[in-house]
């Protein structure tokens, strides 16, 4: 937690203070590494033996940002940010916080675990508070609408497999939030009214930027 801290905070020092065609190649760089991360996670699982329909297929929320992390920092369009943004500061930040890794250092699943959820905050911070791509007006309801998409495609896969992805059958084995909202399947209810709640305060401060930073200084505002 704290390298993610001091990671996504030099993240923002570094593209605000000095900014320059350097910021591109960085972004790039860590794209190619939660990529590399991500790929390393499903071939060491493949290799083990391990991987499996009902417990690999990308089909965890954080599986999802990961992948738009990637594609944000290589190539950042308006949608991709907001889903980063959203997606990130949330469900990622709580699987850094509250991990449910059965494996622990010096385990290859720790370190592509944390590269790929730790990159992802890093990607958000980058982004949007270091270089400015700034959520568009809306976008809350937007980034809602499609997570909400993405957990009915999640317990598709659940009914097809017999997994747990999203945590939609049961909570996870470790300790997390979803242990102080209920037993199934009302924490998933509270889960969404939760979720809501921080893709709004992300919204206000999204706002705050958007009228703090001058028109034209924002990326995304020159691209839509």
Same mark, same amino acid.
């Given at each position: 937690?704290?390298?993610?801290?001091? =990671?996504?905070? !030099?993240?923002?020092?570094? #593209?605000?203070? @000095? +900014?320059? %065609?350097?910021? $591109?190649?960085?972004?790039?760089?860590?794209?190619?590494?939660?990529?590399?991360?991500?790929?390393?996670?499903?071939?060491?699982?493949?290799?083990?033996?391990?991987?499996?329909?009902?417990?690999?297929?990308?089909?965890?929320?954080?599986? =999802?940002?990961? !992948?738009?992390?990637?594609? #944000?920092?290589? @190539? +950042?369009? %308006?949608?991709? $940010?907001?889903?980063?943004?959203?997606?990130?500061?949330?469900?990622?930040?709580?699987?850094?916080?509250?991990?449910?890794?059965?494996?622990?250092?010096?385990?290859?699943?720790?370190?592509?675990?944390?590269?790929?959820?730790?990159?992802?905050?890093?990607?958000?911070?980058?982004?949007?508070?270091?270089?400015?791509?700034? %959520?568009?007006?809306?976008?809350?309801?937007?980034?809602?609408?499609?997570?909400?998409?993405?957990?009915?495609?999640?317990?598709?896969?659940?009914?097809?497999?017999?997994?747990?992805?999203?945590?939609?059958?049961?909570?996870?084995?470790?300790?997390?939030?979803?242990?102080?909202?209920?037993?199934?399947?009302?924490?998933?209810?509270?889960?969404?009214?939760?979720?809501?709640?921080?893709?709004?305060?992300?919204?206000?401060?999204?706002?705050?930027?958007?009228?703090?930073?001058?028109?034209?200084?924002?990326?995304?505002?020159?691209?839509?």
């Amino acid at each position: 937690m704290i390298a993610t801290a001091i =990671a996504g905070a !030099l993240s923002v020092w570094a #593209a605000r203070r @000095h +900014p320059g %065609p350097w910021i $591109v190649l960085v972004s790039r760089g860590l794209a190619i590494l939660i990529l590399v991360a991500y790929a390393a996670e499903h071939v060491a699982n493949a290799v083990r033996g391990t991987w499996t329909l009902d417990f690999n297929l990308p089909l965890q929320l954080t599986d =999802a940002v990961t !992948l738009v992390s990637i594609l #944000a920092l290589w @190539h +950042p369009r %308006p949608l991709l $940010v907001e889903l980063v943004y959203f997606w990130a500061l949330t469900a990622s930040l709580q699987a850094v916080i509250t991990p449910d890794l059965g494996q622990t250092f010096p385990s290859v699943f720790y370190f592509t675990y944390f590269a790929t959820h730790s990159g992802a905050v890093v990607a958000a911070c980058l982004l949007v508070f270091g270089r400015c791509f700034l %959520p568009r007006p809306g976008a809350v309801w937007r980034v809602y609408g499609l997570t909400v998409a993405f957990a009915a495609l999640a317990e598709a896969g659940n009914l097809l497999t017999g997994g747990n992805y999203m945590f939609l059958r049961e909570k996870p084995s470790h300790a997390s939030l979803l242990d102080l909202m209920g037993p199934w399947p009302w924490y998933i209810l509270s889960a969404a009214v939760l979720a809501l709640a921080m893709f709004l305060t992300l919204e206000v401060l999204a706002k705050a930027l958007r009228d703090r930073v001058p028109e034209g200084e924002s990326d995304v505002r020159a691209r839509t």
